[in-house]
C-alpha cells in the first residue's frame, strides 16, 4: 500500500472519531481521557500513536495522517479566524465535530496534497 493511501486512510478514521466520538474536549495540550483531549491527541489516540499527553504537537501523527505541519496548520483557509487546528481547538467554540467536518471538506488545507486527493478518493 502507498504511503498516501495508508495515510490517508489513517486521516479518515481520526476524522470519523472527531465527528463521531464522544470524546471530551480539551485545551493547551494533546490530552487524554482524564483531563480532555485536543483535537490533534485524538489522533494519537485513536491511531494508537505514542504521544505525551502534555506535549501541544506529535510529529509522528503528523507523519501518520499527512498533515503539513505538526501543529495542524491551515494553508489558504482559516477556519473560525484561525489558521492553525491547535488554536481552532484553544480558542474558539469549535468542537470536535465541526472540526472534524471542516477537516473532510477541505482536506487540502490540512493534509499534504497526495493525501488530500486520496481522502477525497475514499471519503
Given at each position: 500500500m502507498k504511503q498516501s493511501t495508508r495515510q490517508a486512510k489513517n486521516a479518515i478514521k481520526w476524522i470519523d472519531e472527531l465527528i463521531n466520538g464522544n470524546r471530551k474536549q480539551g485545551k493547551s495540550a494533546l490530552g487524554n481521557a482524564e483531563i480532555g483531549f485536543c483535537c490533534l491527541g485524538v489522533g494519537c489516540d485513536v491511531l494508537n500513536v505514542e504521544y505525551n499527553p502534555e506535549d501541544g504537537t506529535s510529529a509522528e501523527?503528523?507523519?501518520?495522517?499527512g498533515l503539513r505541519d505538526d501543529e495542524g496548520r491551515l494553508f489558504?483557509?482559516?477556519?473560525?479566524?484561525?489558521?492553525?487546528?491547535?488554536?481552532?481547538?484553544?480558542?474558539?467554540?469549535?468542537?470536535?465535530?465541526r472540526i472534524g467536518k471542516f477537516m473532510l471538506k477541505h482536506p487540502e488545507a490540512v493534509f499534504l496534497p497526495e493525501v488530500a486527493k486520496k481522502i477525497k478518493e475514499i471519503s
Open positions: 501523527l503528523e507523519f501518520e495522517v489558504g483557509a482559516e477556519f473560525y479566524n484561525e489558521s492553525f487546528l491547535i488554536n481552532i481547538n484553544d480558542n474558539t467554540t469549535a468542537g470536535f465535530k
